[in-house]
């Protein structure tokens, strides 16, 4: 589908096929971001991965992220972290399970999804009060608004500066309340690193300082680029995660048998007598369907971040100007009866016994994480901690909705922005299962 928006041609690749043209067999001409209002200001003037634009700077900084942050191996290393938050979890809803208190799983899921983030990116967990008045969900869920918003600037540049729809003024207020966040971040790692070596926790902000200070990258590397990454390492691992996991637990509350099988999975290789680890999660192949199955109905960033076109070209027979904005319907694939047959709107995780479909952006029916040069690098951390959460609070604990609600009732109204949310926070009672204590 074309669409002309102001100054700019927009293309909505909604197929398979045309995904394919756009992310794997033209990849490099589509690789770059659009210009937008929102990077600037907030993303430190495009200087973070997610909004870069294709080119040296962008391919450097991506290389660095993928080898020094979200490799297998610095992912391993935060194991332990993410088991004692999830321990820590467990602990609270056994206590509301005693209680039989009805819990909000998606401010749960946030707040975990929130605390991990920050231990791995700042080495330390913040309460909402340190970061701004506002806390943290609220200020991030701004940012991704504005982000999402539709920005007349970023269709007619020259009237940008007029800021009719007040975003500028918005975003400019938001990027002191995280800029102020970093800078302060920031100062306390250079005390640590005052008090000598031994105090050192290797988090993100440590690694991206160490390679700062060493002067090693072949290009301009300072605090303005650390912050940025380190803010676009927040955004992207906290909300997408979080509402991953919050859509699955969705629908597994919706369907009471998908999730009695899943703990039937859980019970057979684990069993009851032990909490469930990272290195079960090899042996879930359950688990991994659901996962697949959620992401396909409910896809965390339905269009994708928006791709630009960085040279004329023409796809399928049809001209495609330099400067185009490309957007991947990843939503309407993931519904579509063509591509997928059996009843497309209902989740059946059983659709993938026997498929070799999976996440890694080699399908193109199922695009959670991109394809191509602007997939997603935090694929391995988002997957470990969405099938870690899920399989955890599954396996520890029953789950019932409140009020006797019928689970064919449970809303699933969505709040569409860059990452698409529940409208609705989703309510439920746990109770413990687990024969350990
Ligand atoms: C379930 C969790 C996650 C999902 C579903 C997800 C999904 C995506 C999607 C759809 C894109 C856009 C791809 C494109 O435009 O073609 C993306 C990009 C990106 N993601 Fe993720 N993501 C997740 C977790 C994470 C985590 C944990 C991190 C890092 C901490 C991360 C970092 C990034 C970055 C930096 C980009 C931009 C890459 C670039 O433009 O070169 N993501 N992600």
Known sequence: ???????????????????????????????????????KYIMYDQKNLSFG????????????CTLELLSTTKINSFQSLRREELNLLVETLKTKSHEKCVVDLSEIVTRLSVD???????????????????????VVNEGMQLAAAPNIGDFFPYIGKLDLQGLVKRMKEISKVFDKFLEKIIDEHEEIYKKGQDQINNDFVDTML???????????????????????????????SATAIDWILSELLRQPNILQKLQKELEEKIGMTRMM????????????????ESLRLHPVAPLLIPHQSIEDCIIDGYFIPKNSRIMVNTYAIGRDPKVWPNNPDEFIPERFVGSSIDLRGRDFELL???????????????????????????????????????????????????VTTRAEHLMAIPTYRLSFK
């Open 368 to 418: 959670s994480f991109g394809s191509g040069r602007r997939s997603c690098p935090g694929l391995h951390l988002g997957l470990t901690m969405v099938r870690l959460v899920v399989a955890r609070l599954v396996h520890c604990f029953d789950w019932e909705l409140p009020n006797g609600m019928l689970p064919e009732d449970l809303d699933m109204g969505e709040e569409f922005g860059l």
């Open 116 to 138: 991990m983030s920050c231990r791995m990116i700042f080495g330390k967990k913040y309460k909402d009060e340190e970061f701004d008045g506002r806390g943290f969900k609220c």
């Open 53 to 64: 634009t294709y080119g040296p700077y962008w391919r450097n900084m991506r290389k660095l």
């Open 210 to 240: 160490n390679i700062m200070k060493s002067g090693d990258t072949e290009f301009q590397f300072d605090r303005g680029h650390v912050k940025a990454i380190l803010l676009d390492m927040l955004l992207a691992s906290m909300d997408t």
């Open 277 to 292: 680890e990272e290195l079960d999660l090899n042996n879930l192949e359950y688990l991994d369907m659901i996962i697949k």
């Open 1 to 39: 589908m074309y669409l002309k928006l102001g100054l700019v041609d927009n293309i909505i690749a909604s197929s398979p096929h045309a995904a394919e043209q756009f992310l794997k067999t033209y990849d490099q001409k589509f690789a770059s971001r659009p210009p937008h209002e929102v990077s």
